[in-house]
């Protein structure tokens, strides 16, 4: 495990330093695969952080190492200024962690289940039963509290989940893909209950493969592929690193390309750029909604037939292309099958 012999004498804290999460170098195996290969990660205590990164990418591996479940084959890693591999217990004391696949009862109420995970952390009765009714109006789910979990929407298991996981109130909170699977309406709230956490002072590192959602809820972002970081900025920068949101318009008559590059140019912040093979014309662009109304009105002045025109927000994928050269395994999988 390299040189690192430990103790920093912080505190009695093994580096601590402003950093709820410090990872340098981490190194994971499973045989031949390694699913992390030299992984580095600094997290600011008090704030969102958003791990995203495609399927297979290494997260749930990360999250796993920080979270003291597995170990690590090499670099080193703190949680709340705290080794993870020479103190697990102490680490594990400070953390709660909301699994890729929530972990609640379907026979019991929201706050049965609640109830039980208190007293799994040794709340005792009464403090279970409080601090229950507390988590339940926190996620909004106190009308719900007496419900079986089994009727339950999947945002409000997920919210469910979530509190769970805030039993100790902990100083790290790690959740693997919240809201994946979700419908919009779900994946709103379960964004709403996280805003909520971190108002209070826990520090979340969330995995998540929706460039949309580390942009709405992180002020920092890691972006991971292959079990390593290959990047690591602001929501903002990994969006202009990609251009921003774009316009598409898609023509029937590749002839009228020439008149559609025009009026997109007059709206766009950036040269417009031509697919003759697909018909389709693509730009950035900043006031959205004006560019849209503005290009359709002239294309439909001149007489251009459009087979399709939108906005388009950048996507996970565009933020791999621009990075790595390539798409995500996932998107090129998924277009394989189309
Ligand atoms: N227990 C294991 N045994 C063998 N290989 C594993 C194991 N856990 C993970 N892997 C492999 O390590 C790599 C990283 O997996 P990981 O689950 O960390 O990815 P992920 O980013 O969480 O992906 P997803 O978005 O699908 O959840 C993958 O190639 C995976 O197949
Ligand atoms: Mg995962």
């Known amino acids: 495990m390299g040189g690192y012999d430990g103790y920093n004498g912080y505190n009695g804290y093994d580096g601590y330093d402003g950093y709820a999460v410090r990872a340098e170098g981490l190194e994971k195996r499973y045989g031949e695969k390694r699913a992390l290969d030299g992984f580095d990660l600094t997290v600011r205590e008090g704030t969102v952080h958003g791990l995203l990164g495609p399927n297979g990418a290494g997260k749930t591996t990360a999250v796993r190492i920080l979270s003291t479940l597995v170990r690590l084959d090499g670099g080193r890693a703190t949680v709340a200024g705290l080794d993870v591999a020479r103190r697990p ?10 699994g890729q696949y929530a972990a609640v009862d379907e ?47 999947g945002g409000m298991r997920r919210r469910l989940d979530l509190a769970a996981s805030m039993i100790l ?60 970081a290959i990047a690591d900025d602001t929501p903002d920068g990994l969006k202009n690193l990609v251009g921003g949101d774009r316009i598409e318009v898609v023509v029937a008559e590749r002839s009228d390309i020439p008149r559609v590059v025009k009026a ?16 389709r014309v693509h730009a950035p662009v900043v006031d959205r909604v004006a560019a849209l109304t503005e290009v359709a009105r002239t294309l439909q002045d001149e007489g251009v037939q459009v087979e399709d025109i939108g906005l388009r927000r950048p996507s996970l994928d565009d933020v791999f292309l621009r990075l790595t050269g390539h798409r995500t395994d996932v998107s090129e999988a998924k277009e394989a099958a189309v």
Do not use: C
């Open 264 to 279: 997109v140019a007059r709206v766009s912040d950036g040269e417009p750029e031509a697919d003759e093979g697909e018909s």
């Open 89 to 98: 217990r102490e680490v594990r004391a400070r953390i709660g962690l909301t």
């Open 169 to 228: 109130a902990p100083a790290v909170l790690f959740l693997d893909e919240p809201t994946t699977g979700l419908d919009p309406r779900s994946r709103g709230e379960v964004w709403e209950s996280v805003r909520a956490l971190v108002a209070d002072g826990t520090t979340v590192l969330l995995t998540t493969q929706y460039l949309e959602e580390a942009d709405k809820l992180a002020s920092h972002i890691t972006v991971i592929d292959q079990g390593r």
């Open 107 to 153: 026979v019991l109420t929201g706050r049965q289940n609640l109830e039980m995970f208190g007293r799994l952390f040794h709340l005792g009765g009464r403090r279970a039963k409080l601090r229950a009714t507390e988590l339940l109006e926190r996620f909004d789910l106190a009308d719900a509290a007496d419900k079986g979990v089994g009727d339950y929407s």
